[in-house]
C-alpha cells in the first residue's frame, strides 16, 4: 500500500431493496474510478429450466422468477406463446389482462413507495419507524399495496404467484359480485393516490439532473402495459420481435445479473421511463395531477421517479375502475389454443420497467429454448452511470457515511429487483487518504451490541411455602450474593417459577437452563446434589406436594424448547432432621451451591 | 422484553417474504408486537443479531450461502424455513437434475466467474431446521400462526393433509373426477386454500408432499389420462423437486423413460 487504502464498509445489506448485491466504489484523486454495482443473487438458470417443459406449465414456473412481479413475468411468457399458437384476441381475455397487471403496479408501486424508498427521504430506517411520525401516511400506502393485491387475488386466487393466467386467458371468470364490490374500493381509493402523488412531490428530493435515454413501450391508444413497439427518446421504434438486433446483454465479472446496452449505452426502463414517453397517453386527470405538482415531465431527474411511480398508481386506479366498468361479457374464459413449433416474442411493462421473453416451441407445444431479460439487468449500467454522476455532484468530500446513503438512495430510485436479475449490498469503498487528522467513520464504530437475552437462566422451582421454599430462597441468596454480577451484563438471569404454564416465558432464547429445587424427606439433609439426567426421574419419582416438580419443569422445558437448552438441575436436599426455616438453608448452602452453578458455567461457556 | 424475529434471503425469488410486506395494516402491529432484527428488504439489517425466531427464505446453492446459514442458526433459537426453496429447494432445484456447469456455460459467457455449489439445496441439508412452512409462496396466515405458536411457546401446528380435504372443506368439485384434469391436490400438503381446484384447475403441487402421498396410486391415475412417464414425472419435478417422495416419483419415470 502506497498513497492509497482500501476501506471495506460493511453494509452487510443494502437494506430496502428487493434481493442482493453489493457496491464498489474506487474513489482517488477526488475522483471516482470505477463503480460496480455487484449483483450476487445467485443464479437460478430459469431459461435451461424451462427447456422440455410443457408450455402450460411456463405461466406458472417464470412467475417463480419474482414475487414481487410474477404477473409481469405470466404476461410475457402467454403473450409470447400466443405469438407462436395464434394470437388472442378475446375482448374479455384483453381487458382482464390489463386488470390483472393494474393490481401488480398498484402492489408492487405502493411497496417500493412506502416500504422501501420514502424513509429515505424522511430520515427513517424502515416504514413500520417511519409510522411513527408519518402514520396517516404509512397506512395510506399499506392500504394502497393490499388494494393491488385483492386485485390480484381476485383474478389469480392468491397474490404472489397466482393461480388464475393461462396461455390462451384464464382458467376461470371471477365472480361479478366481487368485482363491483373491489371497483367501489378502488374508486373510493382515488382520493388517497392524488394524495400520494401530491405527498411524493412534496418531499426533500435532490436537484440532479441528467442526459440519459429513457426506453418503454408505447401503444397507439393506451398507457403500455401488455401491448405495443419499443421506443426510445433517443428515437428508436422497433417492433418486440427486434429487440435482440439493438440491446444486447453481456456478462461482466461483478454480476450475476447480465447487463444489457442499447446500440452501446446505458439506458433506463420503468415508471419514469414511461411517463417520459408516455404521458400524452395518461388520461387527463392523471396529466393535471402531474401538472398540479410542478414538476416538468419528462423528466431527467431521476429522483422523480418516486413521482411517477405514485401517478402510475393513480392511473392503475382509475383504470381498473375503468376496466371493470367496461368489461365486455366474457364468451369463454380462455381461448383454446393449438400448440405448434415456432419462435414467439412477448415484452410487456413490468412495474420496473421493460421485460422481454422469447420462447421456441416444438410441434407440441414444448420449450425448445428460452431467454428472459428482465427489467433490473436492463438498467444495471444506468444505475451504475448515474451513481457516478450523482456522486460527483453530490461532492466526494462528504464521509463515507454520507456517500453511502447517498448512493443507495440513488440505487433505490431504480427499485432494482435483484431477484429478477439478486441481495446484499455490501459497499465496498477504495480511496486514497483523507487529509491527515480526519478520522475514517469507522474507526467511530464499535463492536456489534451485545443482543443476546439471557443465555443463562437460573430458576428457583416449587411452592413458594415451607421446606418447598428453599430452591427459591437459594435463588434469592444467589440474586443477593451479586452471584449475576460476575458474569458480563445480561448473560445471565435469575428467575423463580411455580406453575409450568410460567416456563416456557422465562426460557426465552435459553442456552443453559440450571434448575434448582427441594429435594424432600431425604436423610442427608442441609446439603445440596447435582441431579443428573437420567436420574431425574428416580430421584423426584415420588409425587410430591410440589405445585411444580424438577421433573415436570424439565418436561416441560424440553417439550416447548425446539432448540432445548443444556438443562442442570440441582437438589437441596431437606428432611425431618433440617434445621431451621428455608431461608435459613439457603443461606448454609448458597456459598458451594454458587461455585458449582459457576463452573457449570464456565463449562459451557468454553465449549 | 419483546421477542425478536429476523428473515434472511438465500437463492429465491423473495415471494414469501411478501407474506410478511403483504400483511398490509397488521405489518405495523407485527413490528410493534416484535422486535424485528433483521429483515433487509424492510429496513432494519444486523444479520448477526441474537434472535428467538430466524424466518429462512430461499435454498443454499452457493459457498456463501453455507456460511451464512450457519451464522443464522448460530443466532436463532428457533429457525423456520418458509417456503418451497428453502423447504425442499425450489425450483431452481431441478437443476440437480441435469448438468449444470453446462446450464451455466449456455447463459454465462464466462462461467468461472459464477461461484455455485454443484447442487441446490434444502437449508435442513446444512443447519438443524425447527419447522418448515411449505408453500410456493407460502402465505401470512401460515406464518402469524407459525410466529403466535412459537412466541406462546408451544409448537406449531402441521398441517399435513392433502388438498382435497381442503378442497372438499371448500365445496369445490373435483376437477379429475368431473373433468379429468390431472391434478396433484391428492398428493399435496393443504395450507393454500385449495387455490387451483377454486380457479377450476387441477393443483400443481406447488406445498410439496402431503403426509404418507401415493404418489404411485397418483402416477397411474395420471397414465390413464393419456399422460406420458416424462409429463408425470414434470409434475413431481417442479416446485419442490427436493421432496423425497415427489423426487421418487419423478426420477423414477425419467429414468425409465431414458
Known amino acids: 500500500m502506497t498513497d492509497q487504502r482500501e476501506l471495506h464498509i460493511n453494509v452487510p445489506v443494502l437494506a430496502r431493496v428487493e434481493g442482493e448485491g453489493a457496491l464498489t466504489l474506487h474513489i482517488k484523486d477526488q ?17 435451461k429450466l424451462l427447456e422440455g417443459r410443457e408450455y402450460h406449465q411456463v405461466p406458472d414456473m417464470v412467475a417463480r422468477i419474482c414475487g414481487i412481479c410474477p404477473v409481469a413475468y405470466q404476461m410475457c411468457a402467454v403473450h409470447a406463446l400466443e405469438q407462436i399458437f395464434g394470437p388472442v384476441r378475446d375482448p374479455w381475455v384483453r381487458a382482464m389482462r390489463r386488470l390483472f397487471y393494474c393490481g401488480e403496479w398498484l402492489q408492487s408501486h405502493s411497496l417500493h413507495i412506502h416500504l422501501l424508498a420514502a424513509p429515505d427521504f424522511l430520515g427513517f430506517n424502515s416504514a413500520p419507524a417511519m409510522a411513527a411520525e408519518y402514520p396517516g401516511e404509512v397506512r395510506r400506502g399499506l392500504r394502497l399495496q393490499a388494494l393491488g393485491n385483492d386485485i390480484i387475488r381476485l383474478i389469480g386466487g392468491r397474490s404472489v404467484h397466482p393461480v388464475g393466467a393461462c396461455v390462451g386467458g384464464f382458467h376461470h ?47 397507439p391508444d393506451e398507457y403500455p402495459m401488455n ?22 446483454e453481456h456478462q461482466v465479472a461483478h454480476s450475476t445479473a447480465l447487463h444489457s446496452l442499447l446500440d452501446g449505452e446505458p439506458y433506463l426502463v420503468g415508471p419514469l421511463a414511461r411517463i417520459n414517453l408516455n404521458l400524452d397517453r395518461l388520461p387527463a386527470a392523471v396529466q393535471s395531477l402531474l401538472q398540479e405538482t410542478g414538476i416538468r415531465f419528462p423528466s431527467r431527474n431521476m429522483f422523480h421517479s418516486i413521482v411517477a411511480r405514485a401517478a402510475e398508481i393513480h392511473y392503475a386506479l382509475l383504470e381498473a375502475v375503468r376496466l371493470i366498468d367496461t368489461l365486455p361479457v366474457a364468451a369463454q374464459a380462455a381461448v383454446t389454443v393449438q400448440p405448434r413449433a415456432g419462435t414467439g416474442v412477448g415484452c410487456t411493462e413490468a412495474p420496473r420497467g421493460l421485460l422481454w421473453h422469447r420462447y421456441e416451441t416444438d410441434g407440441g407445444g414444448r420449450i425448445v429454448a428460452a431467454r428472459i431479460v428482465p427489467p433490473t439487468s436492463q438498467n444495471q449500467l444506468r444505475i451504475e452511470q448515474d451513481i457516478r454522476l450523482s456522486l460527483e455532484r453530490f461532492g466526494l468530500q462528504h464521509s463515507e457515511d454520507e456517500l453511502r446513503a447517498r ?42 451490541p451485545d443482543h443476546d437475552p439471557a443465555p443463562v437462566v437460573i430458576i428457583g422451582i416449587g411452592s413458594p411455602h415451607g421446606l418447598d421454599a428453599v430452591g427459591w430462597k437459594a435463588v434469592e441468596a444467589l440474586g443477593a450474593s451479586g452471584f449475576a454480577a460476575r458474569f458480563r451484563p445480561g448473560l445471565v438471569r435469575l428467575e423463580n417459577c411455580s406453575v409450568p404454564a410460567a416456563l416456557p416465558a422465562l426460557i426465552t432464547a435459553t442456552r443453559l437452563l440450571v434448575l434448582i429445587d427441594a429435594l424432600p424427606e431425604r436423610d442427608a439433609a442441609n446439603g445440596w446434589c447435582r441431579i443428573e439426567r437420567d436420574d431425574l426421574e428416580v430421584v423426584t419419582g415420588a409425587p410430591s406436594s410440589h405445585t411444580l416438580s424438577i421433573a415436570e419443569a424439565v418436561a416441560v422445558c424440553e417439550s416447548v424448547a425446539m432448540v432445548a437448552p443444556r438443562i442442570v438441575c440441582f437438589g437441596i436436599t431437606t428432611g425431618p432432621g433440617t434445621a431451621g426455616s428455608a431461608d435459613e438453608v439457603a443461606g448454609r448452602i448458597v456459598a458451594g451451591l454458587g461455585d458449582a452453578i459457576r463452573a457449570e458455567i464456565k463449562a459451557w461457556l468454553t465449549e | 422484553m419483546k421477542p425478536s424475529i429476523a428473515v434472511h434471503k438465500f437463492s429465491s425469488c423473495d415471494g414469501c417474504q411478501l407474506a410478511f410486506l403483504n400483511l398490509g395494516e397488521d ?30 427464505e430461499g435454498s443454499i446453492s452457493t459457498p456463501d450461502e453455507i456460511e451464512r446459514i450457519r451464522e443464522v442458526r448460530a443466532h436463532s433459537r428457533y429457525l423456520v424455513t418458509i417456503g418451497a426453496c428453502a423447504t425442499a429447494g425450489g425450483l431452481q432445484a431441478l437443476r440437480n437434475l441435469a448438468d449444470s456447469g453446462e446450464w451455466m456455460a449456455a447463459i454465462y459467457a464466462t462461467p468461472e466467474h459464477i461461484h455455485t455449489l454443484d447442487a441446490v439445496a434444502p437449508v435442513s441439508e446444512h443447519v438443524k431446521v425447527d419447522r418448515e412452512l411449505w408453500g410456493c409462496p407460502v402465505n401470512s396466515r401460515q406464518l402469524l400462526a407459525a410466529i403466535n405458536s412459537l ?20 365445496g369445490h368439485a373435483c376437477v379429475m373426477v368431473t373433468r379429468g384434469v390431472p391434478c396433484m391436490g391428492p398428493v399435496t400438503r393443504s395450507g393454500c386454500g385449495a387455490l387451483c381446484p377454486g ?14 402421498p401415493s404418489t404411485e396410486v397418483l402416477a397411474h391415475w395420471f397414465a390413464g389420462l393419456g399422460l406420458t412417464p416424462e409429463q408425470i414425472a414434470q409434475r413431481f419435478l417442479a416446485f419442490t423437486p427436493e421432496a423425497p417422495a415427489f423426487y421418487a416419483a419423478g426420477r423414477s419415470r425419467l429414468t425409465a423413460d431414458d
Open chain 1, 173 to 219: 371468470q371471477p365472480d361479478t359480485t366481487a368485482m363491483q364490490e373491489l371497483k367501489v374500493r378502488l374508486t373510493a381509493a382515488l382520493e388517497d393516490a392524488s394524495e400520494l402523488v401530491h405527498w411524493c412531490a412534496a418531499l426533500d428530493l435532490p436537484d440532479d439532473d441528467q442526459a440519459f435515454c429513457s426506453v418503454a413501450l408505447r401503444h
Open chain 1, 407 to 448: 448512493a443507495e438512495k440513488v440505487i433505490r430510485n431504480y427499485d432494482p429487483c435483484i431477484s429478477c436479475a439478486t441481495h446484499f449490498l455490501r459497499l465496498k469503498l477504495e480511496r486514497d487518504p483523507r487529509p491527515a487528522g480526519q478520522p475514517s467513520p469507522l474507526a467511530a464504530s464499535g463492536p456489534v
Open chain 2, 27 to 56: 405489518l405495523l402491529t407485527l413490528f410493534e408486537q416484535v422486535d424485528v432484527r433483521h429483515f433487509a428488504e424492510a429496513g432494519p439489517v444486523d444479520a448477526s443479531a441474537e434472535v428467538d425466531i430466524s424466518f429462512v
Open chain 1, 227 to 248: 401491448a405495443g413497439r419499443i421506443i426510445s427518446s433517443a428515437g428508436l421504434d422497433i417492433d418486440a420481435a427486434d429487440y435482440e438486433a439493438h440491446f444486447r
Open chain 2, 151 to 170: 412466541l406462546a411457546g408451544v409448537v406449531p401446528r402441521d398441517e399435513p393433509d392433502s388438498i382435497c380435504l381442503e378442497c372438499k372443506r371448500q
Open chain 1, 31 to 47: 475522483a471516482i474510478e470505477q463503480v460496480d454495482l455487484r449483483i450476487f443473487e445467485p443464479p437460478r438458470l430459469f431459461e
Open chain 2, 199 to 212: 380457479v377450476d384447475r387441477g393443483c400443481y403441487g406447488c406445498y410439496g408432499p402431503c403426509e404418507k
